[in-house]
T-cell receptor, first 114, second 112 residues
Framework: KQEVTQIPAALSVPEGENLVLNCSFT??????LQWFRQDPGKGLTSLLL?????REQTSGRLNASLDKSSGRSTLYIAASQPGDSATYLC?????????????FGKGTKLTVNP | DGGITQSPKYLFRKEGQNVTLSCEQNLNHDAMYWYRQDPGQGLRLIYYSQIVNDFQKGDIAEGYSVSREKKESFPLTVTSAQKNPTAFYLCASAGTGGAEQYFGPGTRLTVT
């Protein structure tokens, strides 16, 4: 059974710092990996999608990498800002019985202090 | 505006009552999903549907039911058989072929 783990569960950094969030998964048979952001009481916003054949994706100050063989992904946030404070969720897409499903980690709660 | 809408944002019910949560999308996505989110537990899949008139149970389907009569709509009914219905419910949709999932704003259900 696929399991997704995110470490650390919470992270607090001063503004301007570069930081890395980690995600690991137990089964390398994934379709893709997606990073989401969730603000308190809100839905999820997709940040980056990495297909299983890709190694990384970039969007602005965000860079996500994928190492399928080792079952790891990282989300790098450059020059963090207080507005980056949120919970970041990692999810892998698996196929099961012809259907596609996401398996989520529990998230990393990020606080960026001014 | 394209997107996914969920209504209502907050819902209160008495124990023993069934309640239906709405999810509508105008993204022309084939696949739709319902998740439940509890503090410290992450998102858990309740039901999903890849095409109209077809749906599958997710990891925690007991006490829930769904229908998919239209491509745009995927309502979730929380029945009185669900032992701990109080939670934050999220709906999502996606195209096929490993496409990105898009989420609605969520409905917070409180049952007392």
């Amino acid at each position: 059974k696929q399991e997704v783990t995110q470490i650390p569960a919470a992270l607090s950094v001063p503004e301007g710092e570069n930081l890395v969030l980690n995600c690991s998964f137990t089964d390398s048979a994934i379709y893709n990996l997606q990073w989401f952001r969730q603000d308190p009481g809100k839905g999820l916003t997709s940040l980056l999608l990495i297909q299983s054949s890709q190694r990384e994706q970039t969007s602005g100050r965000l860079n996500a990498s994928l190492d399928k063989s080792s079952g790891r992904s990282t989300l790098y946030i450059a020059a963090s800002q207080p507005g980056d404070s949120a919970t970041y969720l990692c999810a892998v897409t698996i196929t099961q019985g012809g259907s596609e499903k996401l398996v989520f980690g529990k998230g990393t709660k990020l606080t960026v202090n001014p | 505006d394209g997107g996914i809408t969920q209504s209502p944002k907050y819902l209160f019910r008495k124990e023993g009552q069934n309640v239906t949560l709405s999810c509508e999308q105008n993204l022309n996505h084939d696949a739709m999903y319902w998740y439940r989110q509890d503090p410290g537990q992450g998102l858990r899949l309740i039901y999903y549907s890849q095409i109209v008139n077809d749906f599958q149970k997710g990891d925690i389907a007991e006490g829930y039911s769904v229908s998919r009569e239209k491509k745009e709509s995927f309502p979730l009914t929380v029945t009185s058989a669900q032992k701990n219905p109080t939670a934050f419910y999220l709906c999502a949709s996606a195209g096929t072929g490993g496409a990105e999932q898009y989420f609605g704003p969520g409905t917070r259900l409180t049952v007392t």
